[in-house]
C-alpha cells in the first residue's frame, strides 16, 4: 500500500529475500516471491486490462521484464519516466490511510453473530406462528367459499324444482318473485290493493333499469303512484311504459314535455297493478 502507484500503472518493488511486493494499481496487488511473480503478472494481464506501463523500483529480475516486451507495456525506472508519459504516481493519496491494519474483520463478523444469533429463535417462531395462522385462514376461507357454494346449488335446485319448472336458473330473486306474484293472482289475492311502498319498489327497479332521473314521487288512495322522471326524449318514455307493462303494472303517461331547465324530456306516469286497474 505504501508504494506509488496511479490509474494504469503497475509499481513492482522486489525485498532482499527475492520477494516481490507489485500494486495493480490503486485498488489491487499482492505480494510473491520472484519466481512466481511472472505467473500472477500474467493470470493479472489475461484477466482484466494491461497497464500503460510498469514501474519497477529495483531490479525484478528478466522474467518480468521479458513479460512487458511480450505485451507491449514498457518498464519505467524512475518516477520521471512515468511523468514523461504523463502519468503521476502518488504515494497514500487512494484512501490507504483509510484503512485500520490494527482492526480484525473476523472479529467484527463474530461481534455480529453474537448480536444476531440470540435473535434467532424468536424469530423462528414469529414466522411459524404467522405460517400457521395464514394456514388457518387459507383453510377458513376455503371452508367459507365451499359452504357457500353448496347453499348456492341447493338454493338453484329448489328454484329449478318449484318455481322454473326444470328450466335455467338466471336470476333466482326475480323468478322467484315472478312466479310468488302470478301465484297471488291466481289465488285471487290480487284483488286487495297493492301496498305502496312495494308498488314504490317494483316501479323503481323498472325506473332504475331504465336510467330515467326521478324528479317526484306521490301516492293518493285510489289513484295509485304519481311519479314526474327526467328522460332523453319521447321514446324513451314510450319504451318506459312498455317496461311497466311488462312487469304487470298499468302506468298512464299522463304529461309530457321538453325541460325548461335542461335538455331532455320531462314525463309523468300515473302508476298501478293492473288488478288495481281492473277493480
Known amino acids: 500500500m505504501s508504494l ?3 490509474t494504469d500503472l503497475w509499481t513492482l518493488a522486489c525485498t532482499a529475500e527475492d520477494r516481490v511486493q507489485a500494486r495493480l494499481g490503486p485498488s489491487d496487488g499482492f505480494s510473491a516471491h520472484l519466481t512466481l511473480t511472472p505467473l500472477l503478472l500474467e493470470q493479472a494481464l489475461d484477466s482484466g486490462p494491461p497497464p500503460r506501463a510498469i514501474l519497477v523500483m529495483n531490479e ?18 524512475t518516477l520521471f519516466d512515468a511523468e514523461a508519459l504523463k502519468i503521476v504516481p502518488r504515494v497514500l493519496a487512494h484512501g490507504e490511510l483509510a484503512c485500520d491494519l490494527r482492526k480484525n474483520p473476523i472479529a467484527s ?24 395462522w395464514a394456514a388457518a385462514q387459507q383453510i377458513a376461507i376455503q371452508r367459507s367459499e365451499t359452504h357457500t357454494q353448496a347453499l348456492r346449488a341447493k338454493t338453484q335446485e329448489l328454484v329449478q324444482q318449484h318455481f322454473t319448472q326444470g328450466g335455467p336458473v338466471l336470476d333466482p330473486r326475480l323468478q322467484v318473485s315472478r312466479v310468488l306474484a302470478e301465484l297471488q293472482r291466481a289465488n285471487g289475492s290480487s284483488t286487495h290493493q297493492t301496498s305502496p311502498l312495494e308498488l314504490a319498489r317494483r316501479a323503481g327497479a323498472i325506473i332504475t333499469a331504465a336510467d330515467a ?39 298512464r303517461l299522463t304529461e309530457s314535455g321538453t325541460a325548461s331547465d335542461s335538455d331532455g324530456v320531462r ?9 288495481e286497474d281492473t277493480e
Open 4 to 6: 506509488p502507484t496511479a
Open 60 to 77: 525484478v529480475g528478466p522474467a518480468i521484464r521479458a513479460l512487458a516486451e511480450s505485451r507491449n507495456i514498457p518498464i519505467l525506472e
Open 109 to 132: 463478523q463474530v461481534q455480529m453473530a453474537r448480536r444476531v444469533l440470540p435473535w434467532r429463535w424468536p424469530l423462528l417462531a414469529a414466522a411459524l406462528a404467522a405460517a400457521l
Open 213 to 251: 332521473k326521478p324528479e317526484m314521487l306521490t301516492y293518493r288512495e285510489g289513484q295509485g303512484l304519481s311519479v314526474i322522471l327526467r328522460l332523453p326524449d319521447f321514446a324513451a318514455a314510450e319504451r318506459l311504459a312498455a317496461a311497466f307493462a311488462a312487469e304487470g303494472l298499468d302506468a
Open 267 to 275: 314525463a309523468e306516469f300515473t302508476i298501478a297493478t293492473q288488478a
